[in-house]
């Protein structure tokens, strides 16, 4: 796991500094702009209604309305490839929060990418955990059922960050971030893991950096933010359903 996460650190430093040579270009791009127009696009212009946060909003809305009674039974289970289709698109809010989410990122989408190839030959969510727990594989390293762990933390991690973000205005990125990590996934990451993603937390962006990034308003980031808390909570909460009900501990 050392050897691993020093390669990946290694690859993270990278892309680390690539990006603050693309902030610092961006920074005096910004400082050039005229006060006037900048008032006019901060104040009057609405963000696009296709913005990275409506997509994913939007594909979450879809997948939870998939887990309503009336749509989805017992037997039945939610669909692996839709799950998948929604995870998909979440990639992009980990790299607009840069560096400090970088790992995050990165085993993110490698574990998306792992249920996606699953999709391929199982229907639903419950066939992944019903498969390792067969094989007595649902806790190996690299398992789905395990990757379907990871993607789950994933997915409450972003909905915490936007709840502490939310809290109020003067609520900075770091701190929602920090308090969303810590509650969230610290405590199933190893501690060198932890400490690489506190230290990158002081190079997240400011609340009007990020807004930028997500082609957002004040207004409009709030509006999406909620639509995506509230839609995730009841997939989240489905996916540890499953593990409850096949006497599977959810503290790893």
């Known amino acids: 796991d050392q050897e691993r996460f020093s390669k990946i650190s290694a690859i993270v430093a990278k892309l680390y500094k690539k990006e603050e040579e693309s902030k610092k270009v961006m920074e005096e791009e910004e400082e050039e702009e005229d006060d006037t127009f900048e008032d006019a696009v901060c104040n009057k212009t609405p963000a696009r209604v296709n913005t990275p946060l409506s997509i994913i909003t939007e594909a979450f809305e879809n997948l939870?309305?998939?887990?309503?009674?009336?749509?989805?039974?017992?037997?039945?289970?939610?669909?692996?490839?839709?799950?998948?289709n929604a995870c998909t698109h979440v990639s992009v809010l980990f790299s607009c929060l840069g560096f400090a989410f970088k790992f995050a990122e990165m085993e993110y989408i490698s574990k998306v990418n792992d249920l996606v190839e699953a999709s391929k030959t199982l229907d639903t969510l419950q066939n992944i955990l019903d498969l390792d727990v067969e094989k007595d594989t649902v806790k190996t390293p690299g398992s789905r059922s395990r990757n379907l762990r990871r993607v789950r933390l994933g997915l409450d991690l972003i909905r915490a960050i936007f709840e502490k973000f939310l809290m109020t205005d003067e609520y900075s990125l770091k701190d929602a971030a920090t308090t969303a990590y810590t509650e969230v996934c610290a405590p199933f990451h190893t501690w060198a893991v932890r400490t690489a993603v506190y230290a990158g937390m002081y190079t997240l962006p400011t609340r009007d950096?990020?807004?930028?990034?997500?082609?957002?308003?004040?207004?409009?980031?709030?509006?999406?933010?909620?639509?995506?808390?509230?839609?995730?909570?009841?997939?989240?909460?489905?996916?540890?359903?499953?593990?409850?009900?096949?006497?599977?501990?959810?503290?790893?």
Request: glycine fraction near 2%; aromatic fraction near 8%.
């Open 64 to 84: 939870a309305d998939l887990l309503k009674p009336d749509i989805i039974t017992e037997e039945d289970g939610l669909s692996l490839d839709a799950f998948c």
């Open 209 to 252: 950096q990020l807004l930028i990034r997500l082609d957002e308003t004040e207004q409009s980031v709030e509006k999406n933010m909620r639509r995506y808390m509230e839609a995730s909570r009841p997939i989240v909460e489905y996916i540890d359903k499953l593990y409850i009900e096949r006497n599977i501990k959810l503290d790893w």
